[in-house]
Structure formats: C-alpha cells, structure tokens
T-cell receptor, first 114, second 114 residues
Framework: GENVEQHPSTLSVQEGDSAVIKCTYS??????FPWYKQELGKRPQLIID?????GEKKDQRIAVTLNKTAKHFSLHITETQPEDSAVYFC?????????????FGQGTILTVHP | DTEVTQTPKHLVMGMTNKKSLKCEQH?????MYWYKQKAKKPPELMFV???????INESVPSRFSPECPNSSLLNLHLHALQPEDSALYLC?????????????FGPGTRLTVT
C-alpha cells in the first residue's frame, strides 16, 4: 500500500518568514495530493491540493509543488502569520484505489512567532 | 456549502455502555468515511461507505459498527469499548469514491471511555 513520509515534524519560524514542508510517497500510481491544516481541537481543513497532471499550484500565500519523478511534493507558505500556526498533514491517494483512501503523513507542527 | 456536521461534540461512556455517533452532510456526496484520530497523530481510516454500501472496513474491531441509513447520514454504533478507544472520531465525505477527489471533514466527536 501507499506510504507517506513527512518532514520536518516540527517547524518554528518568525512572522513574515517562509515555511516549507516536504512529503514523499511510495506508490508511483498515486494521483491526488491534498494538504490539510488542523488547529488544536478542530477538524482537518483542506487548504490546497494538487493532481498528478500538474507540477505546481498556488493559492494566495500557499503553494504546492509536485515532482512525480522523485515522488515528492511540498507545501510552501510565504509571509507567515501567527494564525498559520497549526498541524499540517500531507496525504496521497494511490492510483490503484477506487475508494478515495487517503494515506496521511505524520504531520508537521508549525509555530509562527510574532 | 462544504459542511459536514457531527453529534455529539463530546461523549463520555463506560465500557459497558452502548452509544452512537452521528454524521450528516447535505452536499450530495456519495462517499462517507469514519476516521479515528489520536492526539498528535494523523487520522486513521476506519470505514468507507460508497453509495450507502460499506466498501472498506480497515480491520476495525466489531465493537465499532457503522451504519449508513441514507446518502446524507452516517452512524457509528459503539458497544463494549476499551479505554484505548478514547480518541477524536472524524467523519468525512467526498463527491465520489474514485481517487482525485476532495474529502471534507466534520468537526469530530471527542470520545472518552472510562
């Protein structure tokens, strides 16, 4: 089955800096890669996703890049703000599944210091 | 409207109790999911319903019994749970069960088994 590795496990930045979280996946047939943000005590919230037919997607201060050859994808947050502090999970859906089975990375605790 | 609702928000139950968790979505999604999330860990898939039929059971113990009465509702019946079952139980839905489709999470039910 699919295996997703996520790094780093914790990330601390100053407000205004950029933050980058990286994930690798094992199933070369994986075709959908969402990123979720989870604040303490709240639901995982889909913040951006990318499909295997594109290499980059951007939405305001967040962007995701995908390198299918290397089987890795990354989340980039620019001009970080304290409200960006949360746990971020990457995930992948294997190409062979027909049931939308998400495999999550272990999460990154992002702390943005004012 | 990307809203998935869950009740109750919190539940405390003894090991001999029987209780149910409820999930509802009105987005016309045809796939619904139950996840279990322990503190500081990613969500773990438990069950998937596709068109109101159980399509995936991730080897979940029989003390957890899912039910999908109609396309908008998903229940999780609990009986004879163990303290280690204490966790956040998340419901999610997606437009279809094939890959490359967004999953939206409900706020979760925080379950404590005493």
């Amino acid at each position: 089955g699919e295996n997703v590795e996520q790094h780093p496990s914790t990330l601390s930045v100053q407000e205004g800096d950029s933050a980058v979280i990286k994930c690798t996946y094992s199933d070369s047939a994986s075709n959908y890669f969402p990123w979720y943000k989870q604040e303490l005590g709240k639901r995982p919230q889909l913040i951006i996703d990318i499909r295997s037919n594109v290499g980059e997607k951007k939405d305001q201060r967040i962007a995701v890049t995908l390198n299918k050859t290397a089987k890795h994808f990354s989340l980039h947050i620019t001009e970080t703000q304290p409200e960006d502090s949360a746990v971020y999970f990457c995930a992948a859906i294997g190409g062979g599944t027909s049931y939308g089975k998400l495999t999550f990375g272990q999460g990154t605790i992002l702390t943005v210091h004012p | 409207d990307t809203e998935v609702t869950q009740t109750p928000k919190h539940l405390v139950m003894g090991m001999t109790n029987k209780k149910s968790l409820k999930c509802e979505q009105h987005m016309g999604h045809r796939a619904m999911y139950w996840y279990k999330q322990k503190a500081k860990k990613p969500p773990e898939l438990m069950f998937v319903y596709s068109y109101e039929k159980l399509s995936i059971n991730e080897s979940v113990p029989s003390r957890f019994s899912p039910e999908c009465p109609n396309s908008s509702l998903l229940n999780l019946h609990l009986h004879a749970l163990q303290p280690e079952d204490s966790a956040l139980y998340l419901c999610a839905s997606s437009n279809r069960t094939s890959g490359r489709t967004e999953q939206y999470f409900g706020p979760g039910t925080r379950l404590t088994v005493t």
